[in-house]
């Protein structure tokens, strides 16, 4: 079985900075997209930035030029910088990985989701 586990959530000021990690473990699994998402109370979650296994990455236009995404292969982890945080950004952050398991020829790729970091900005 493979985990997801979450850490770096927290309570900022408007302004501030946050990093949130997302590490995976388990054995014998590759990890093709990692996502992260969020969701906002009383709204539907919603995608915010991707970075594929070959480090291409995607963001929401309300995270462009303040997110980045990135990961560490070797560690199974997704990290997700954020910088200019606005009150806005308050949500729980989730993240989502592509998670290939099985023999050559075999192999299933499976969508695990973290437990979740809670994010909250103060104005």
């Known amino acids: 079985q493979v985990q997801l586990v979450e850490s770096g959530g927290g309570l900022v000021q408007a302004g501030g900075s946050l990093r949130l990690s997302c590490a995976a473990s388990g054995s014998r699994f590759s990890i093709n997209v990692m996502d992260w998402y969020r969701q906002a109370p009383g709204k539907e979650r919603e995608l915010v930035a991707s970075?594929?296994?070959?480090?291409?990455?995607n963001y929401a236009d309300s995270v462009k030029d303040r997110f980045t995404i990135s990961r560490d292969n070797a560690k199974n982890t997704v990290y997700l910088q954020m910088n200019s945080l606005k009150p806005e950004d308050t949500a729980v952050y989730f993240c989502?990985?592509?998670?290939?398991?099985?023999?050559?020829?075999?192999?299933?790729?499976?969508?695990?989701w973290g437990q979740g970091t809670r994010v909250t900005v103060s104005s």
């Open positions: 989502k990985m592509g998670i290939v398991r099985g023999l050559p020829g075999q192999r299933i790729t499976s969508d695990y």
């Open positions: 970075i594929t296994n070959g480090g291409s990455t």
